[in-house]
């Protein structure tokens, strides 16, 4: 059972990266059921919520830092939730995280880097 989380790497401020995190294992049979997040964590600091895709319709949320600029969506038959992020800046730099609590256990990903150079 697993979130695996990619699509990091170093681009130029200004630029644009998509994040994928793909579910596997029983616990994501249902992967359609539930909400998937995204937070990330810079260095020294804590780590912080991003954005969020909700079950059903499919309901998303961002926090303010990122609204405008990065856009989640879900595909559930490849149970893979994506972050498209664009306008990047050197502050967007972190290590990214998927996270998913089904049936109230959670999960979260591996993490990928991400680095925006000015």
């Known amino acids: 059972v697993q979130l695996q989380a990619s699509g990091g790497g170093l681009v130029q401020a200004g630029g644009s990266l998509r994040l994928s995190c793909a579910a596997s294992?029983?616990?994501?049979?249902?992967?359609?059921?539930?909400?998937i997040a995204w937070f990330r964590q810079a260095p020294g600091k804590e780590r912080e919520f991003v954005s969020a895709?909700?079950?059903?319709?499919?309901?998303?949320y961002y926090d303010d830092f990122v609204k405008g600029r990065f856009t989640i969506s879900r595909d559930n038959d490849k149970k893979t939730v994506y972050l498209q992020m664009n306008s990047l800046k050197p502050e967007d730099t972190a290590v990214y995280y998927c996270?998913?609590?089904?049936?109230?256990?959670?999960?979260w990903g591996q993490g990928t880097q991400v680095t925006v150079s000015s």
């Open positions: 294992g029983y616990a994501f049979t249902g992967f359609s059921d539930y909400a």
């Open positions: 996270y998913a609590k089904p049936d109230g256990v959670a999960y």
């Open positions: 895709v909700k079950y059903g319709v499919g309901t998303t």
